[in-house]
Nanobody
C-alpha cells in the first residue's frame, strides 16, 4: 500500500521555472530510488531524472543543466526543479518510486497520478 501524491504542475511561459513535488506514503521499505518521467501527447513515457537512496542522480540529456532532482529520504519526498523551460518540456509528469519487495529480490515501481506541465512559446 504505497501512494505517491504529486503537486506543482501548471502553465508557464518559455524560459520560466516550475517546481514539482512528490510525497510517498504507506508501507514503504527498501527504497532503491525515486524519479520523474514524462509523457507528451502521442509519445511514450520517458525518463527525465532519477535519484538513488544515496542521492546519486541521473538526467536525460535534453534536461541536463536545466532541471535538478533532489529528495528528502526521511520524508520519502522527491522534488524536480525545472528552469529555463521549453515548449518541448510540455507533458504529463509522473513521479516514480522503485523499491525491492521485502524478503525477495523483486523490484517494483510505484507511480503517481501525473501532473500536467504546459510550457507556452
Amino acid at each position: 500500500q504505497v501512494q505517491l501524491v504529486e503537486s506543482g504542475g501548471g502553465l508557464v511561459q518559455a524560459g520560466g521555472s516550475l517546481r514539482l513535488s512528490c510525497a510517498a506514503s504507506g508501507n514503504i521499505l527498501n527504497v532503491n530510488g525515486m524519479g520523474w518521467h514524462r509523457q507528451a501527447p502521442g509519445k511514450q513515457r520517458e525518463l527525465v531524472a532519477s535519484i538513488s537512496s544515496s542521492r546519486s542522480t541521473n538526467y536525460a540529456d535534453s534536461v541536463k543543466g536545466r532541471f535538478t532532482i533532489s529528495r528528502d529520504n526521511a520524508k520519502n519526498t522527491v522534488y524536480l526543479q525545472m528552469n529555463s523551460l521549453k515548449p518541448e518540456d510540455t507533458g504529463v509528469y509522473y513521479c516514480n518510486l522503485r523499491a525491492t519487495i521485502p524478503l525477495t529480490s523483486i523490484r517494483r515501481d510505484y507511480w503517481g497520478q501525473g501532473t500536467q506541465v504546459t510550457v507556452s512559446s
